[in-house]
């Protein structure tokens, strides 16, 4: 109860702050729509955060595909199935913002990043990033991710680990070269942690930046992080390397004079989010992935096979490590990667803002209304995907995506938005399960079912416990 007072205060911050926002819909504007305001102050907040899928399920079998909540101290409409995604995400009449959607949540430590923006602004600085995913730059964070990975990995050895938080370190790890140009060391060992308080703090009830709360914390890693990128990127525009903060550095928006680059600023927050956005996603749907072939081993060996051709068809390593140019042959991965994308999207469900009024499935929605879609709940419809707790990556043959609707499966989202990282997030999981799958069979003990958190990225309550046994 008592952090709905601060929640408020927060949100009241982020609305102040923006007067272009849309003014928010008043409680009673949404009476109409079937659903339920919770327990007296906290509303469903909180069934929501310990059970978000079965919530909406429960909600979804009393109201129906469109239902009204009352989490964080406001009521939302939640719209569920493919349709609704594709009317949000494809936002044909662009009737949803996604600045007004994310920015009660994260406006205050990652402010003006893409997803924080929209439409012509965000069309513009979208574009000039899209530079640093272009196959060049991609073919080097590969070079730098085969490095690292094959050095961490082989240093792990055998036995028991909890993989998660070895994953996410390892991730920290690459970030800091592929990304930022930066060796690992003490230097890069800091700003990791400013991130991670950052990250912390955006999920935070207490919303002041007081000290030694969470917030405090969060707000002062964003002020050494903005100055250390800012300080860095006038390095790299001087002598710019080949890492993605150089790509940033040297983009420019379509049609602007010859010269003139982003501002500092700009660049420092598009950074500074991105890594936000890159990091516990691929941690999480990573960690899902290796759950899941530990517990089956026929596909944990098709992949291993699938990699070990790939690597040693091309390149003059002896397999050792996987080229950028033999990704592509790892179809059986993709699959694989995909579906455990559909059981645990580490983005369970997106805010929007409706900016104007419209109707969606007989109801009537009004401008300035908070609207959800959930990518958890419609990856999990038995009527989309049969037996939906199995991990089955036949679903995702060609013939299979060909016959299903096109936003049944939304772990990027879509649209405009649409994860501009998905194929950097690909890579480096093709590269993760080569150097992986070529050093260790991967085992977890029998009936091991560990708990996950949901909430804010699904993560393992215990760590996820996995016996590396080295391939001889
Ligand atoms: C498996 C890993 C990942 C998943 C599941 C994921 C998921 C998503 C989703 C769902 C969105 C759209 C949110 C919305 O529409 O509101 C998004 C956007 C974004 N992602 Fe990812 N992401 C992943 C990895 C990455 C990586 C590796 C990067 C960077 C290298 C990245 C950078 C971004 C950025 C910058 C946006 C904002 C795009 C925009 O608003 O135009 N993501 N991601």
New binding site residues.
Partial sequence: MASLAPTRAHEIQSEKGNPHWTRLASESALDHIPGEDGWPLVGTTFQQLADPIGFGQRMQARHGPVFRTRSFGRRQVTLIGPDANELV?FDRDKLFS?EQ??GPVLNLLFPR???LMDFAG?RAD?RALSIAFKPEPMRHYCDLLNSDIARVVEGWGEGERLFYPAIKALTLETAATSFLGLPFGPEADRLNQAFVDMVQAAVAPVRRPLPFTAMGKGVAGRKLMVDYFTRLLRERRANPGQDMFSQFALARRDGEVEGELLAEDVVVDHMI??MM??HD??TS?FTTLIWQLAAHPQWQDKLRAEARAAASGTGSLGGKIMPYDALGQMEQADMAFKEA?RIM???PS?PRRALREFTFGGHHIPAGTMVGISAAAVHADPATWPDPERFDPLRFTPEAVAARHKYAWI???GG???????H??VM?TKVLLHHILSRYVVETAPGYAPAWQAWPIPKPRDGLRITFRRIS
């Fill in positions: 995400l996604s959607g994310w990043g893409l997803m965000h979208r989010f991105l956005a890159a996603t691929i749907s994308l999207p580490p983005v997106t772990p990027y989202g405009a938005h649409m994860c501009i990282g998905l950097f997030a480096q």
